[in-house]
């Protein structure tokens, strides 16, 4: 009943915009009830950030004709938006996916009654100067760096033709994620094609005459004692394909599976596999074109290898089980790939098992939790400098006498960016050089360098193992060519695929990054503690009337509370798996999401402490901090008003959360550094 009113207020509304404004006697009216006016739909527009509802009665027109109705109908409320038509996309939701849409699409080809469609201003690509976005009628400039992150380009489209050539050796961290973000394409060099065809050429020999060995012409774990004969080889590969798809939970993100993508193509680039190089040149071709299969998040022991999420990565390889492309959204894998101008691969003898013996899952999902935490300390830092100066802190626990006579790497580096970041003669601050109370500080000011220094050390271990990983032969059995000094070519059945370097060092990188929202959530209690602060309880005014940051410290003090849990190493753990034959594994999978899930929460208490902090100097006002911290403040305040009174924290947290997540809490404060004291241009 709700339904049908509704749509008999659109399309009394939609009716109404459409008659004629010059007194016509409502024969044009009528003309548009014949057409059908049952036929109108109501799309919800997202614009800026704001909802609007959109009737539409001629469905035969152009998105661009939804994206100007929906300016003009904003503009009726008195909000000023300015944007060219042509130089928007547009994103329609559905359920926990979108679909990407272009302006000259038909309204009535691509939406229906009720859907959600975003807004979404087009990069230009080397474009100079700035773009104009203006809301409020207020104008902002926005460099063409920072409306890259308030526009970015839609997940799974490839916004840069840059080209990384894959070999098996060269990948790393940063170029890891641009491929993740679909911001470069992949190419195979005639070189590891050499070498594929070399080593497939020894598996093929075996085949022909008859040579028994594991992965090839037999079983697998318990059962590699069957010998499966010469014309039953191909049906082995696509049976432990299907056998082993048995992931269960939410499916990976777009960008953790291209990463998984990626990482095998890398591996199986090095040419150890045995596997067939057009199986290479296939995955490389579905990469570039985003066909994206759908890998659920649950079901590995990360040993041997990630074997059910490669299992649902090589499906669809096969043209089996679900995909998603940016022509398509998600479909059936067959069809996915057909729209995408491709067709399932044919499988031969070692391809199946060369598709899903690694770690790639473990270092895809695993390497998104590292770079995040590496965007956390530096953000840490950031944030802590500013509570030291509201909370009357000292710097001269940061001298580089006090870290010369303990000269850990982390520990003199987050000391020196303190110093850079704290009142110094460069970057004075008001604040500081107003009498102190206090002579000594609390730990969670006076240790950041001691505690964030070895998180700071954890990670660069972390980054060295998964470099290293990431590069590295992970198959079962491994094929070698014949080398100098060698009689002949040799297949050896080993346990690279196994994934305890990459499963402890995430274990690692959990407790190391969860110590920095143990300090944050008790600098925040001091912000927030008038005993501790001389600042207003909860840092808002009228205390009592208003609860202020009450709830947000208890939002805190929550999400450190499970990090805690979550920081037990599941490398610890095994489970004896395959009747006995594969009697210790890493549990590296859960190891990789964990860490993530860490490390997502972390920013948030991070968020709310910066929120808390930027709340903390309106109070101090008209005292100003240093420099570079004043930009940080700026930068908050861009996106979230002061707390004058009472108000839902959820959504301010949630900005502050993305600022930190997308690094521009150091990308704010780096114009005021000479040099970067952390990681310089690592």
Aim: proline share 4%; net charge negative; hydrophobic share 40%.
């Amino acid at each position: 009943k709700q339904w049908y009113q509704r749509r008999e207020r659109v399309e009394e509304a939609a009716m109404q915009a459409f008659e004629p404004k010059n007194g016509a006697d409502g024969k044009k009216l009528s003309s548009y009830r014949k057409v059908g006016v049952k036929s109108v739909i109501c799309v919800h527009v997202k614009l800026d950030g704001i909802n609007i509802a959109v009737p539409v009665i001629n469905q035969n027109q152009s998105l661009a004709h939804l994206a100007k109705e929906a300016i003009a109908r904003l503009e009726d409320t008195g909000i000023s938006c300015e944007m060219e038509y042509n130089q928007c996309y547009f994103k329609k939701f559905h359920r926990d996916e979108f679909y990407i849409m272009k302006s000259s699409d038909i309204i009535k080809d691509v939406l229906s009654d009720g859907d959600m469609v975003e807004i979404v201003v087009r990069k230009t690509k080397g474009a100079k100067g700035s773009q104009k976005l203006r809301t409020n009628s207020v104008s902002t400039d926005v460099s063409s760096a920072s409306a890259a992150e308030e526009f970015p380009e839609p997940a799974g489209i490839i916004v840069d033709e840059s080209i990384i050539d894959v070999n098996g050796y060269n990948l790393n961290l940063k170029s890891l994620m641009r491929l993740g973000k679909g911001e470069a394409k992949l190419s195979l060099s005639e070189e590891p094609l050499c070498k594929l065809r070399e080593t497939r050429s020894i598996v093929e020999d075996i085949v022909q005459k008859g040579y028994v060995r594991y992965g090839i012409n037999t079983g697998f774990g318990l059962l590699s004692k069957v010998v499966v004969e010469n014309e039953k080889l191909v049906e082995l590969q696509y049976n432990i394909i299907r056998s082993h798809c048995a992931g269960i939970g939410e499916p990976l993100s777009l960008e953790a599976t291209r990463r998984m993508m990626a990482l095998r193509i890398n591996v199986l680039a090095k040419a150890f596999s045995g596997c067939n190089p057009g199986l290479v040149e296939h995955l490389v071709e579905m990469f570039n074109k985003n066909c994206v299969p759908l890998i659920p998040a649950q079901g590995t022991v990360g040993a041997s290898g990630d074997l059910a999420p490669l299992a649902h990565l090589a499906q669809g390889v096969i043209g089996e089980g679900k995909m998603w492309s940016p022509k398509t959204g998600w479909g059936d894998a067959i069809e996915v790939l057909a729209a995408n101008d491709m067709v399932p691969y044919q499988l031969t003898p070692k391809d199946g098992l060369s598709l899903i013996n690694g770690t790639q899952f473990i270092c895809g999902v695993g390497a998104e939790a590292l770079q995040r935490a590496k965007h956390c300390l530096r953000s840490t830092v950031v944030i802590a400098a500013m509570v030291l100066d509201i909370l009357e802190g000292h710097t001269n626990a940061f001298d580089d006498r006090v870290h010369a006579i303990r000269p850990h790497l982390g520990q003199k580096r987050v000391a020196a960016t303190l110093k850079a970041l704290c009142h110094s003669a460069k970057y004075p601050s008001e604040i500081y050089e107003q009498e102190k109370h206090d002579v000594q500080d609390p730990y969670t000011i006076r240790c950041v360098p001691q505690v964030v220094g070895v998180t700071m050390d954890t990670i660069n271990f972390v980054e060295g193992i998964f470099t290293t990983e990431i590069n590295s032969a992970t198959d079962n059995p491994l094929v070698f060519g014949a080398e100098e000094g060698a009689e002949e070519a040799d297949i050896i059945s080993a346990g690279n695929f196994h994934g305890e370097y990459p499963a402890k060092s995430l274990d690692f990188l959990t407790i190391a990054v969860h110590e920095i929202g143990n300090m944050s959530e008790r600098r925040l209690e001091r912000l927030c503690n008038p005993t501790c602060s001389n600042l207003p309880a909860f840092l808002v005014d009228s205390p009592g009337l208003n609860s202020g940051f009450m709830i947000p410290h208890c939002t805190s003090a929550a999400l450190v509370s499970e990090n805690k849990t979550l920081c037990f190493p599941s490398s610890a753990d095994t489970q004896s798996t395959s009747a006995g034959k594969e009697d210790h594994v890493s549990m590296g999978g859960w190891s990789a999401r964990k860490a993530l899930r860490v490390v997502k929460n972390l920013e948030n208490v991070l968020a709310i402490e910066l929120l808390a902090a930027c709340q903390a100097l309106e109070f101090k006002r008209p005292l100003r901090t240093t420099e570079p911290l004043e930009a940080v403040y700026r930068l908050v305040r861009s996106k979230v008003e002061p707390f004058v009174k009472d108000r839902a924290f959820t959504p301010d947290i949630e900005v502050v959360q993305g600022m930190i997540e997308k690094n521009l809490i150091w990308e704010t404060v780096a114009e005021y550094l000479d040099s970067d004291p952390l990681w310089g241009d690592h």
